[in-house]
Every structure is written in structure tokens, then in C-alpha cells.
Nanobody, 124 residues
Framework: QVQLVESGGGLVQAGGSLRPSCAAS????????MAWFRQAAGKEREFVAA????????YYAESVKGRFTMSRDNSKSTIYLQMNSLKPEDTAVYYC?????????????????WGQGTQVTVSS
């Protein structure tokens, strides 16, 4: 079992930055592939970014590539999402997720554990 708790969301103006994090508790954090998803009001949950077990490989949705950077610190059982050049369309609840497999999947249904989400609001 893995428990995930996000923090670090908030309200920011367009062009600004935020760095939400997700702390994991439970066993064997380092063997989980981790990801960030987001869900805007009235829309389906969508993939944002994923990171491999070691942190050596990262994957991004086209909509955030070049603006967002995902990282992990296995010694702290924590992942981060550095979000720069934020746009109003980035407004959503951001969720972290974990899966036991090694491959960084983009479908929400492939992830086993989820956090409660943190709200990110970007004003124009």
C-alpha cells in the first residue's frame, strides 16, 4: 500500500510558477512509477507527466512539454512538478499517482494509487 498526499497548489497569475509536491508513505516507494494527472472542471482526467523508478526518464504531455519538469527524491519519498510559464488553461486539480509497473503509462486506469489532489488556478 502507498498513501499519497499532494501539496503546493495555489493561485498564480499567467506566466507565473508553482511547484506542487506529493509525499508518499508506505513501503518501497522507489519501485513505483509516479505520475501527475490533472482534471479541469467538466473535463476528463488527463496525463501530465510521469517519471521512472530511478528518475532517469521523464515523459510529458505535449501541452506541458518545455514548461513543466517532473522530478523525484526517493530518499524523501517525494515527487515534484515544477510548473513554469503557467497559462489559464493549466487550471485544474492536480493529482499524483503511483503504479507498480515499470512503464510510465498515460492512462489513469493503469495507476494503482492516487492522492486527494491539489488545486492549481491560473488567472489571466
Amino acid at each position: 500500500q502507498v498513501q499519497l498526499v499532494e501539496s503546493g497548489g495555489g493561485l498564480v497569475q499567467a506566466g507565473g510558477s508553482l511547484r506542487p509536491s506529493c509525499a508518499a508513505s508506505g513501503r518501497s516507494f522507489s519501485i513505483y512509477t509516479m505520475a501527475w494527472f490533472r482534471q479541469a472542471a467538466g473535463k476528463e482526467r488527463e496525463f501530465v507527466a510521469a517519471i521512472s523508478w530511478t528518475g532517469g526518464s521523464t515523459y510529458y504531455a505535449e501541452s506541458v512539454k518545455g514548461r513543466f519538469t517532473m522530478s523525484r527524491d526517493n530518499s524523501k519519498s517525494t515527487i515534484y512538478l515544477q510548473m513554469n510559464s503557467l497559462k489559464p488553461e493549466d487550471t485544474a486539480v492536480y493529482y499524483c499517482a503511483a503504479r507498480r509497473g515499470a512503464s510510465p503509462e498515460v492512462r489513469a486506469r493503469d495507476y494503482d494509487y492516487w492522492g486527494q489532489g491539489t488545486q492549481v488556478t491560473v488567472s489571466s
